[in-house]
């Protein structure tokens, strides 16, 4: 059984910042890549930032150089740091990761928190 517990989320005032936290917990033989993805009301998913087992990144235009991805791999932990948000950055944010439990490998998604940036 594998969980993913997310953390961090919040209302701040536009430009301000704030720091997700995504832990994953349980019977882990190995975590690949992990990412970050969010959902604002009446739009589709989107994909905000991706980091490899390696430490390779990968951002979303919208997001490119304002945010950044960071994973622990000795806790099983990925963060997003996210710097001069805007209004449209308001959405609720989930994270993803590719876990192998014991044969397979399976993604699996944390419950979402809440970010809500005021103009």
């Known amino acids: 059984q594998v969980q993913l517990v997310e953390s961090g989320g919040g209302l701040v005032q536009a430009g301000g910042s704030l720091t997700l936290s995504c832990a994953a917990a349980?019977?882990?033989?190995?975590?690949?890549?992990m990412s970050w993805y969010r959902r604002a009301p009446g739009k589709q998913r989107e994909l905000v930032a991706v980091i490899t087992s390696g430490g390779s990144t990968n951002y979303a235009d919208s997001v490119k150089g304002r945010f950044a991805i960071s994973r622990d791999n000795a806790k099983n932990t990925v963060y997003l740091q996210m710097n001069s948000l805007k209004p449209e950055d308001t959405a609720v944010y989930y994270c993803n990761a590719r876990i192998q439990v014991t044969v397979r490998l399976n993604d699996y998604w944390g419950q979402g928190t809440q970010v809500t940036v005021s103009s």
């Open positions: 349980g019977s882990i033989f190995s975590v690949n890549a």
